[in-house]
């Protein structure tokens, strides 16, 4: 099972509490992660990536096993911390302003 914790504005969306549990199949990367996680909860789709694209929203950064990996290629492998659910995959907010 893959751990995603998500922003409290995406849980609300979602309506869940606490972190989402899914099953993914190997090999697991933020596209198959993401997938799962669309499949599951439909409301999300368009939210965390655009409907037509399927690129990254702006002003959401993902984190695992405390690295970035919002800019590493969408079928990359996630760390095997990740795809052991040992370690959650995380969709954070960014904050931006003045």
């Known amino acids: 099972m893959i751990r995603v914790i998500l922003p409290p504005h995406l849980r609300t969306l979602a309506h869940v509490q606490g972190d989402v549990e899914l099953e993914v199949a190997a090999p697991v990367t933020q596209r198959s992660v993401l997938d799962a996680l669309e499949a599951r909860y439909p409301m999300l789709?368009?939210?965390?990536?655009?409907?037509?694209?399927?690129q990254r929203r702006p002003f959401l950064r993902f984190f695992a096993c405390e690295q970035d990996l919002t800019h590493d290629s969408p079928d990359a492998p996630l760390p095997h911390a990740v795809a052991s659910g040992t370690e959650p995959f995380i969709v954070l907010g960014a904050i931006a302003g003045g």
């Open 45 to 54: 789709r368009g939210a965390i990536r655009d409907h037509v694209t399927l």
